[in-house]
């Protein structure tokens, strides 16, 4: 029986899927990672990364639904520079472990962190593939992620938007301006 841990990407970019496979397949030898360019999750895999936008339409929430009804213990995380409220919302819903903006070689370091930690679960290791150990800890701690990174995203589009409007301040707070003495 073979027990090493697999890997899913799923992404329109062959040029991303290229390098994100290579890395990941340089970072954990043991990962079998399989790369596909179209937005269907067939097959069981203990880790999926699914980018949102295939060709214009927004698909994460979709997939991650899916593969939540069909591998509820699977590490799920999307990676994508397109995410608005309510994709992100359903992919809280559904138990995705973490949103990375896939523009940023930061995210991808916090992403390549994230699948680590996961195989380095005890739990994963003793057990083999599809175990995660307790899903209301693993949902609760997906959620908490999330949460930071959509603020965190939330904090960079307010101060892009007081910069286009010409308003300078902390991020965050809107400063009233008067007209003294007019």
């Known amino acids: 029986m073979n027990t090493s841990p697999t890997a899913l990407v799923l992404d329109d970019d062959p040029v991303l899927l290229k390098l994100l496979s290579m890395r990941m397949r340089k970072r954990f030898p043991d990962l079998r990672v399989e790369c596909q360019e179209l937005p269907v999750a067939v097959g069981a895999f203990d880790i999926y990364i699914l980018d949102n936008d295939f060709h214009g339409r927004p698909l994460a929430a979709d997939l991650a639904e899916h593969i939540r009804r069909q591998q509820p213990e699977s590490l799920v995380l999307a990676l994508s520079g397109t995410l608005d409220r309510l994709t992100l ?21 916090a992403l390549m962190t994230t699948v680590e930690h996961h195989l380095d679960k005890p739990d994963f290791a003793a057990l083999g593939a599809g175990s995660s150990g307790s899903r209301v800890a693993d949902t609760a701690r997906a959620i908490a992620g999330l949460i930071r990174d959509w603020n965190r995203r939330l ?17 965050g707070r809107r400063h009233n301006r008067t007209v003294e003495n007019v």
Do not use: M, W, Y
């Open 155 to 171: 904090e960079i589009e307010e101060r892009r938007e007081q910069r286009e409007q010409g308003v300078r301040g902390a991020p």
């Open 89 to 109: 919302k359903r992919l809280i819903n559904c138990g995705c472990a973490g949103a990375f903006d896939k523009s940023a070689p930061t995210e991808i370091d």
